[in-house]
């Protein structure tokens, strides 16, 4: 039987030395939060379960996204990761080293009496969804952006997050603009990225909005999709003023409420704000709608 918690080590650290090779500072920042989690949770299960979980789900984005290499018995990545969906619901038979990862985590999980089998199914559904529309350059209408980054960013990963800290996973809703606000500066930071994989994060209702065309989608510097920058910046700042009017009503522990403006709001903001001085072009009075 394999050693699952030195797989399970390995595994991190090839992963992290991957990041750390090829990633951006922000990817560098989050890793040091991942181990700066271990000691000030004093909680041993815990922070291992948040090191290995995140792992899991880095390596199997980064297949989604080309960044590593496919399996051999797979010709595409939407199989591959239909099959880990399918092994998620019934882990047994492990034949391929996430699936040892992924029982590993359950295992752990198990020891600190929490499960993640909804918020696992949610995160790789996402994962699904950028599998099937990577290198196609489609253009989403904003309803089913929102969907599928509520469904990632908000409902799978928040709440797995609020497990780990022992929080109410029901109090979700109440982060939800915090995580709305994280993933504006996902879109903003790896904007160019993302259109390199083919994926396009600009709604077609924003394109309508801002006069996007598909040309211009490549070119950041165009005025439409700098504009587009801007909007979506100041967006982002609003949610996070949201946030810290629903945040009181969470009663969140002293750890919670340290590690949101640490490892979320902060980076989120100073995005936000670089954006807003990077990108100076006459002043495009669009209402921002916050959202509930």
């Known amino acids: ?113 929490e499960e993640f089998i909804s918020e696992t199914e949610d995160i790789l559904h996402s994962l699904l969804f950028d599998a099937r529309r990577r290198g196609k350059w489609i253009v989403f209408p904003e309803k089913v952006l929102q969907s599928h980054f509520h469904t990632l960013d908000v409902r799978g990963t928040i709440k797995a997050t609020l497990k780990i800290f022992k929080e109410d996973p029901d109090k979700y809703h109440l982060l939800k603009p915090l995580g709305t606000a994280t993933r504006y500066q996902y879109d903003l930071e790896d904007f160019e990225d993302d259109i390199k994989s083919g994926y396009i994060n600009i709604s077609a209702e924003d394109c309508g909005l801002f006069g996007i065309v598909t040309e211009e989608l490549h070119h950041k510097d165009s005025d439409p999709v700098k504009a587009w920058f801007r909007h979506h910046a100041q967006e982002g700042l609003y949610l996070l003023e949201e946030h810290h009017l629903l945040l009181p009503r969470g009663n969140f522990s002293r750890l919670a409420r340290t590690t949101f403006p640490l490892v979320y709001e902060l980076p989120a903001k100073k995005c936000f704000h670089s954006v807003l001085l990077e990108n100076k072009i006459p002043e495009i009075h669009i209402p921002v709608c916050v959202q509930s």
């Open 1 to 113: 039987m394999k050693d699952l918690a030195m797989h399970a080590k390995q595994m991190r650290l090839r992963v992290y030395r991957h990041m750390l090779d090829t990633r951006s500072w922000k990817y560098k920042v989050f890793l040091r939060y991942l181990r700066f989690f271990r000691y000030i949770s004093f909680a041993k299960h815990r922070g291992e379960f948040l090191e290995s979980y995140y792992t899991l789900m880095r390596y199997l984005d980064d297949i989604v996204d080309g960044d590593a290499p496919l399996p051999e018995t797979y010709t595409n990545s939407v199989d591959y990761i239909l099959d880990k969906i399918k092994f998620s619901k019934n882990p047994v038979n492990p034949v391929d080293e996430a699936d040892y990862l992924m029982i590993y985590c359950l295992q752990i999980a198990d020891r600190f009496g």
